[in-house]
Structures are given as structure tokens and as C-alpha cells.
């Protein structure tokens, strides 16, 4: 099965359709869209360092020895 070329000026343009979206925002939407990236910013190279530390590779040496501590810890938390 080949795949079907599409022409050039058929072809739909996803980065032109998201520039004409976010440059024809209100100043509303702007302000709520540069929130959202500022608290991802913050939460994944900011807060994840300090609060989720590699426990696990600080505590097992291979991947199979992380497994089954996960798996036990899951196991165990579901039964209490």
C-alpha cells in the first residue's frame, strides 16, 4: 500500500492555524495561556527537583529490583 502524495496547496497547515488562533486571542485568553506555561514551568523544573527526589535509583541498583519494590508497594498500599 503507497502512500498518497497530497499537493502542496491541498495540504492542511496545523502551525499557521494555531499562529492565526493565538495571534487573534483576546488579551484574556493571552494572559490565561502565558498562567498556564508559567505553573508547568514552575511545577516541572522548579517544585519536581525538590519534592520527587530519585528514591529509586538512590535505593536499587537494576531495573528489575525498582520493579519489584514498586510492584510490592502497590500490592500492599491496595490491601490496607
Known sequence: M???VVPK???FNWFIM???G???MTNYGKTLWV???LKLIIMFFILKPF???K???EKFDSD???ASYVTTELVERSLK
Open 22 to 24: 493565538f495571534t487573534h
Open 18 to 20: 494555531f499562529w492565526q
Open 64 to 66: 528489575n529490583e525498582k
Open 9 to 11: 496547496k491541498n495540504r
Open 55 to 57: 528514591y529509586l535509583d
Open 35 to 37: 498562567l498556564v506555561i
Open 2 to 4: 503507497e502512500a498518497e
Open 51 to 53: 519534592f520527587f527526589p
